[in-house]
């Protein structure tokens, strides 16, 4: 029998979906069937499916999946209720440019038997809303039904269209359980004639008025957050800055690795605060939502702006404005490239003198920026330490080419100081705000990196505030860990409670009454702490490494068996005690 929804499975799968995150429910008995048929009868060219006890972990898992390959990947989940299950993570994957394809069914349509498929069950009327699609439209570059088996195939072929052209995002996918029963001819499509919109470059203009002013400012800045999401555009970045003496690289967005620690350039990640930024005469924004907080930090008045991005009017985003003089939409690779070739066409005309001097200020800040690092990554004369000197630990423990899975909050500055990511592709950072990416996005990345590597791939680490671990559905996280052989090494970073609430609160109240309250007044405490390690270590059936650490001269010894542990096959938890602010 060949459904609609046997040629669901062929459609992802002929469109290079290898993966299916899946939380089965009632209005999937053909889905279900489809996926037996297809595990009995052509398991080489079908999804490997995963079961997903939880939505959100679902959704984070194929979201770190395909973050780090660029090829989109599926979940389905059950009707309205699993739809509302994806919560933030929707919002991570639409933020964050995750290309991921969400199929939900929809309750049946007729109820005395019409067809295969009707209403069999009492939670079919429960279960049956106005418009399903709009529980997450706001946030999908498409969401649509389908309505018929007999064009199922260009359906998903659509919505992967809108996923994977720039900027790239989740789609939405409804079918009722009647449509997908529906018994069709087999077909096929031509599948090249579905690619993605293919974005072009700059102007020749465009490219050379923006070396020229990159060339001639005094202090010019290059402002990022997701281009590094092509693996090639660090080392182009690295050629505009070895070519445009002077110019230095900021990520603002932490998403992804876009510059080298190690370049004179590297000013780090830091969330739209930075001195640069109001120091710069020259700035280009390449494919970054966030450059700078106006409220807190913002350009000079008379800085030459310019905006290259793959979406440079942010259309989902209400509110969103910079005064760039020029803006581009383009490729980033293709931007940087056509720039750095202008640049190097206009070099031979610059003043030796004044190149040198740039290019040695910029080594001299540098060195400086890593000799401060390292000062405040000393542990404490007690043996307390913080989250810099945790994180220096395990860049010096943890293999050269580990990937870097990081949902650190407010410690995310100092992890990102002190991991200090030289390879593309090694950091990925929560694309948005919605708390919990880095549990099941830790396990999407290490299984993409063993399926890309034939099987053993890089070492993963996931690095998660206290908080946040809780959010991130721990028990659901470590059973697919252990069931499907997914070791990654988890740092908690327990700082005993919510952090952010308390900094976000400051801002705007100073000198407020909670400035001057507990962390259990303002509700944002996690004392008694619970035992994040052992949570793990009960849903990996106790199959899993589990260790506290509260003092440095721990730190050593137990990271080392924790690695060791991840290295053998077995997943690891280690929580951090961690002093605040450094």
């Not at 907080?293 to 000079?300: E, G, K, L, V």
């Not at 003043?351 to 080594?363: I, M």
Request: hydrophobic share 40%.
């Amino acid at each position: 029998m060949y459904t609609a929804s046997f040629a669901f499975f062929e459609a992802i799968w002929e469109a290079g979906i290898t993966h299916c995150f899946v939380n089965l429910g009632s209005d999937h008995p053909s889905i279900i069937e489809a996926m037996v048929k297809g595990q009995q009868e052509a398991k080489a060219n079908f999804p490997r499916i995963i079961t997903c006890p939880n939505e959100m972990v679902a959704m984070s898992m194929a979201d770190g999946y395909a973050r780090l390959t660029g090829k989109p990947q599926c979940v389905i989940v059950h009707v309205d209720v699993g739809t509302q299950g994806l919560g933030a993570a929707v919002h991570n994957a639409s933020t964050g440019r995750a290309p991921v394809l969400v199929f939900a069914g929809l309750s049946p349509f007729t109820q005395e038997g019409e067809m295969r498929g009707s209403r069999t069950e009492y939670i079919h009327w429960i279960q049956n809303v106005p418009d399903q699609t709009q529980i997450v439209g706001q946030y999908c570059r498409y969401a649509g039904e389908i309505k018929t088996g007999k064009n199922v195939k260009q359906m998903v072929n659509r919505a992967l269209q809108f996923a994977t052209s720039d900027p790239q995002g989740p789609v939405y996918l409804a079918g009722a359980r009647e449509v997908m029963e529906e018994e069709i001819k087999p077909y096929s499509l031509e599948q090249d004639v579905w690619d993605s919109v293919e974005l072009g470059g700059l102007t020749p203009k465009a490219s050379k008025q923006i070396a020229e002013v990159l060339h001639g400012a005094e202090n010019p800045l290059l402002i990022t957050g997701y281009s590094g999401r092509n693996q090639k555009i660090p080392a182009a970045l690295v050629e505009l800055a070895n070519t445009v003496k002077g110019l230095r690289v900021l990520d603002t967005g932490g998403s992804d690795m876009c510059f080298p620690a190690s370049h004179p350039s590297w000013l780090g990640l830091r969330y739209g605060i930075e001195p640069t930024i109001t120091k710069a005469d020259a700035i280009v924004i390449l494919d970054c939502d966030v450059p700078w907080i106006p409220t807190q930090c913002r350009p000079r008045s008379d800085a030459k702006i310019f905006h290259i991005d793959v979406d440079p009017l942010k259309q989902m985003m209400p509110l969103f404005y910079v005064p760039a003089k020029h803006r581009y939409r383009a490729d980033p690779l293709i931007a940087v490239e056509q720039i750095t070739a202008e640049a190097k066409d206009q070099s031979s005309a610059l003043d030796a003198a004044t190149v040198t001097k740039k290019w040695n200020t910029l080594q001299a800040e540098h060195k400086e920026r890593l000799a401060t690092i390292a000062s405040k990554a000393t542990p404490a004369a007690d043996g307390t330490f913080g989250t810099g000197h945790l994180c220096k630990t395990l860049r010096a423990k943890c293999p050269q080419d580990t990937i870097w899975a990081i949902e650190a909050v407010t410690n995310t500055g100092f992890v990102h100081d002190n991991i200090q990511p030289e390879l593309p592709g090694s950091w990925i950072n929560c694309g948005g705000g919605g708390l919990g990416w880095s549990g099941g996005g830790a396990l999407g990345i290490k299984l993409a990196s063993d399926v890309e590597n034939g099987g053993k791939g890089k070492f993963v680490v996931q690095i998660v505030g206290d908080g946040t671990f809780l959010f991130s559905v721990p028990g659901s996280v470590y059973w697919i860990a252990r069931r499907y052989n997914i070791p990654v090494l988890t740092i908690v970073l327990n700082n005993k409670g919510w952090n952010a609430p308390r900094k976000s609160m400051l801002l705007v109240h100073p000198e407020g009454l909670g400035s001057k309250a507990t962390n259990e007044d303002l509700n944002i405490s996690f004392d008694p702490v619970p035992d994040y390690s052992g949570i793990a270590k009960a849903a990996a059936g106790g199959d899993l490494f589990a260790a506290r650490v509260d003092k440095a001269d721990e730190l050593d010894k137990t990271l080392q068996e924790a690695i060791e542990a991840v290295k053998g096959g077995k997943s690891a938890v280690l929580d951090c005690k961690v002093t605040l602010g450094c």
